[in-house]
């Protein structure tokens, strides 16, 4: 199996020149997904909640384009714009995320745009 380009109108559209996810045998990667509304076209309104709850639904929309859901994912990058933000990130993420949890890494980081506080990228792996 070669390398499946992954798209959906589900999710914003890639910002630069890259793809929304790639898959490649059995593992899922997905771009950073940040927190735009893919039907506005725009930065949700709200915290860091909102912004983390709209940041996963983009992910699982990817995910479900490529024939998988939040259960296969086996590793996560968190970007957060500010450490404080990391408890309430992490209720939210939780509810997601909450029995037998990916693996995950969390930094502080600058996401694309001032307004944006989170970036989360993933890789999943399924079983054909």
């Not at 709200?46 to 909102?50: A, F, P, Q, V, Y």
């Given at each position: 199996m070669?390398?499946?380009?992954?798209?959906?109108?589900k999710?914003?559209r890639?910002?630069?020149?890259?793809?929304q996810a790639?898959?490649?045998?059995?593992?899922?990667?997905?771009?950073?997904?940040?927190p735009i509304?893919?039907?506005?076209?725009?930065?949700?309104n709200?915290?860091?909640?909102?912004q983390?709850?709209?940041?996963?639904e983009?992910?699982?929309?990817?995910l479900?384009?490529?024939?998988?859901?939040?259960?296969n994912?086996?590793?996560?990058?968190?970007?957060?714009?500010?450490r404080?933000?990391?408890?309430?990130?992490?209720?939210?993420?939780?509810?997601y995320?909450?029995?037998?949890?990916?693996?995950?890494?969390?930094v502080e980081?600058?996401?694309?745009?001032?307004?944006?506080?989170i970036?989360m990228?993933?890789?999943a792996?399924?079983?054909?």
């Open positions: 070669g390398k499946e380009i992954i798209a959906t109108d999710a914003p890639p910002l630069a020149s890259y793809s790639v898959r490649v045998c059995r593992f899922i990667f997905v771009s950073g997904q940040v509304d893919p039907e506005t076209g725009k930065v949700v709200g915290g860091i909640r909102e983390t709850r709209r940041v996963i983009n992910v699982k929309a990817v479900e384009a490529a024939r998988a859901s939040l259960e994912v086996v590793k996560v990058t968190v970007y957060l714009a500010d404080r933000l990391y408890k309430e990130f992490n209720e939210v993420y939780s509810e995320f909450g029995e037998n949890p990916p693996a995950r890494t969390t980081a600058k996401p694309p745009s001032d307004e944006m506080l970036e990228d993933v890789i792996y399924v079983e054909d």
